[in-house]
C-alpha cells in the first residue's frame, strides 16, 4: 500500500515569500504528525492532528506558522513571510490514531532552502 | 519541559565491532519508541518498549528499557555497513507528543 507522502520534495524561497508543503497520510490513519530536522539534528515537534482538530499548536516557532488538515486526511503546513532561519526538512508522520502506542510512519521530507 | 538527550552524539566503528546508543529523559515515560534514518532518507520505526525493565532483541539489535523508565538504550552486536545511519529514540508521557532524542549518528567502517 501506498506510504506517507509529501510535496514538493524540494522548495526553494526567498526570504518573505510564503510557502505551502502537502502531506498525504496513510489512508485510515487519523493521526498526523508534522516535524522540523535541521542539518543533522533531531526532529522538532511542530503539531499533531487528530481528525481534523489540532488540540496543541504549541510546538509551532512562531505565528507565521499554521496548519490545517482537511476530511481527516490531507494537511497542509504554510509558513508566511519565510525566514532564513526556517530552512530545513520538514517531516509528516501518520499514525493509526492518537494513542502514544503507535508507530509513526513517515513521509519523505520536504526540504525547505530560504535564501 | 521534557527533554531526551542520547550520547554518543557521533560514533564511528569498524565493521564487526559493537554499538551502543544510550537515551535518558528528563521524565518518567510511557513507553519510548525507536527509529533509524539512513543518510538521505527519512525515519523508520524499529520497536517500541512499554514495560519497565523491558528487553527485545531484533537479529542483531537489542533494545533495552530502564526499570525507571527514565532511560533506554539500543545495541548492535558485529555491526555491518548496512547499519550505517542515526538512530533516534522518541519518548511519550502517555499523550500523543512524542519527544525525540538528539540522535546518535552510527558510521561503519568496511
Known amino acids: 500500500g501506498a506510504g506517507v507522502s509529501q510535496s514538493p520534495s524540494n522548495k526553494v524561497t526567498e526570504k518573505g515569500k510564503d510557502v505551502e508543503l502537502r502531506c498525504d497520510p496513510i489512508?485510515?490513519?487519523?493521526?498526523l504528525y508534522w516535524y522540523r530536522q535541521s542539518l543533522g539534528q533531531g526532529l522538532e515537534f511542530l503539531i499533531y492532528f487528530q481528525g481534523n482538530s489540532a488540540p496543541d499548536k504549541s510546538g509551532l516557532p512562531s505565528d507565521r506558522f499554521s496548519a490545517e488538515r482537511t476530511g481527516g486526511s490531507v494537511s497542509t503546513l504554510t509558513i508566511q513571510r519565510t525566514q532564513q532561519e526556517d530552512s530545513a526538512v520538514y517531516l509528516c508522520?501518520?499514525?493509526?490514531?492518537?494513542?502514544?502506542?503507535?508507530?509513526?510512519?513517515f513521509g519523505p521530507g520536504t526540504r525547505l532552502t530560504v535564501l | 519541559g521534557q527533554q531526551v538527550m542520547q550520547i554518543p552524539q557521533y560514533q564511528h566503528v569498524q565493521e564487526g565491532e559493537d554499538f551502543t546508543t544510550y537515551c535518558n529523559s528528563s521524565?518518567?515515560?510511557?513507553?519510548i519508541q525507536w527509529y533509524k534514518q539512513r543518510p538521505g532518507g527519512h525515519p523508520v520505526f524499529l520497536i517500541q518498549?512499554?514495560?519497565?525493565?523491558e528487553v527485545k532483541k531484533q537479529k542483531r539489535l537489542t533494545f533495552q528499557f530502564g526499570e525507571a523508565k527514565k532511560n533506554s538504550s539500543l545495541h548492535i552486536t558485529a555491526t555491518q555497513t548496512t547499519d550505517v545511519g542515526t538512530y533516534f529514540c522518541?519518548?511519550?508521557?502517555?499523550?500523543?507528543?512524542?519527544?525525540f532524542g538528539t540522535g546518535t549518528r552510527l558510521k561503519v567502517l568496511a
Open positions: 522518541a519518548g511519550s508521557s502517555g499523550t500523543y507528543k512524542y519527544i
Open positions: 521524565t518518567t515515560l510511557s513507553n
Open positions: 518498549l512499554v514495560k519497565s525493565g
Open positions: 508522520a501518520s499514525s493509526f490514531s492518537m494513542s502514544s502506542y503507535n508507530e509513526q510512519f
Open positions: 489512508s485510515g490513519h487519523t493521526a
